[in-house]
């Protein structure tokens, strides 16, 4: 996956990734800019397969890569033969329909693979998960209040790093010393425009390049590609409300 790191580099650098979704073509361009930044290791914080149309092609592409994966909350809903959408939900019928759809795509080799995806990934200095350490559907994020981050803590004192994904919200949040990340969305990216929101054609990640088990630096990347290119697939899939949900990109 990576080029060679300079002779005697001291920091280890990490790609970081989640909520693909579906989305070849954003994962694609993901990859193809991680590989320019030769990261020595990856790590995916789930939530790969559902929403977009290309379900098994981004489970394994994912798999593919052999690095540690974070179980998301739409990756359990895969295992477990349900599609939670939370009530109130715009478009909620439509969005329990696709799901179905991403479901059914599947084989029992692919449920294998994402039976392998771990609740919480721990390296030296750093804890992933998706949602929360405590829930893969619980979303942390600038506004969490510091007495549920102090709660969630007591678990892992001396984790000066936490990563996770689940809001598609790219973060830096610091507290005494201690960091609350999150990489953004690599498929699902939304931001508000006009009257509502819409999905955009950008791949957002992160580079964290870490000296030993201390913090280091952040590097957010956001990864333009041709919205055409996932407009198209959905028209192309088969799968449910494909004109709508192909009206809902637009271009970054």
């Given at each position: ?50 929403g977009?149309p ?16 974070v ?33 059914a ?68 949040r610091?507290?005494?010393?201690w ?74």
């Open positions: 996956m990576s080029a060679p790191r300079p002779a005697g580099h001291a920091e280890v650098r990490l790609a970081v990734f989640g909520d693909v979704h579906g989305n070849l073509p954003a994962l694609e361009a993901a990859l193809a800019d991680m590989r320019r930044h030769a990261p020595d290791a990856l790590l995916c914080l789930g939530d790969v397969a559902t977009g290309w379900t098994r092609e981004c489970l394994q592409a994912v798999a593919q890569l052999g690095c540690p994966v179980l998301g909350n739409a990756d359990e809903d895969l295992l477990h033969g349900s599609t939670f959408v939370p009530r109130g939900f715009p478009d909620e019928r439509a969005i329990w329909e696709i799901g179905e759809w991403n479901r795509q599947l084989n029992s080799e692919d449920l294998r693979v994402l039976g392998t995806f771990q609740g919480t990934v721990t390296l030296p200095g750093l804890l992933a998960y998706h949602g929360s350490p405590a829930s893969c559907r619980e979303a942390l994020g600038p506004d969490t209040p510091p007495e549920r981050l102090a709660q969630l803590r007591e678990a892992y004192p001396s984790v000066p790093d936490w990563v996770g994904g689940h809001t598609h919200t790219a973060t830096l610091t507290l005494d010393g960091r609350l990340l999150n990489p953004g969305s690599v498929g699902l990216p939304f931001e508000r425009r006009g009257n509502g929101y819409v999905n955009v054609s950008r791949a957002e990640y992160l580079l964290l390049d870490r000296p030993g088990d201390r913090p280091g630096t952040v590097q957010f990347r956001r990864v333009t590609y041709d919205v055409r290119a996932v407009q198209d697939g959905i028209r192309r899939s088969g799968m449910p409300h494909a004109e709508w949900l192909a009206r809902e990109w637009v271009q970054d």
